[in-house]
Nanobody, 119 residues
Framework: VQLQASGGGLVQAGGSLRLTCAASGTINSMNDMGWFRQAPGKDRELVARMSSGGIAVYGDSMKGRITISIDNAKNTVALQMVSLKPEDTAVYYC??????????????WGQGTQVTVSS
């Protein structure tokens, strides 16, 4: 399974970006798809995730400024971000959690996409 993320870039404070991630390959049983981010010198943190059933969990750092959505048929996840702040600058990683054919939990990560918010 490969995850291809896109949509990152440079934006001014107060601006918006939409990140998308497409999973290719065979995913036996999707549990959820989501986004994490990691700023220089900081730990990777949850931005948002959504279950295949549509239940969303948002991290505290961007809550109220983001909306996550998934398309189960296409195995894609999108993250709409508004009112961006310089402290949102980070590499954003797509994440998929699923179960393999033996029902062991597996986890996949995308390569990361840079989001830079200028003040």
């Amino acid at each position: 399974v490969q995850l291809q993320a896109s949509g990152g870039g440079l934006v001014q404070a107060g601006g918006s970006l939409r990140l998308t991630c497409a999973a290719s390959g065979t995913i036996n049983s999707m549990n959820d798809m989501g986004w994490f981010r990691q700023a220089p010198g900081k730990d990777r943190e949850l931005v948002a995730r959504m279950s295949s059933g549509g239940i969303a969990v948002y991290g505290d750092s961007m809550k109220g400024r983001i909306t996550i959505s998934i398309d189960n048929a296409k195995n894609t996840v999108a993250l709409q971000m508004v009112s961006l702040k310089p402290e949102d600058t980070a590499v954003y990683y797509c994440n998929v959690r699923a179960y393999d054919s033996s029902w062991f939990r597996v986890e996949y990560w995308g390569q990361g996409t840079q989001v830079t918010v200028s003040s």
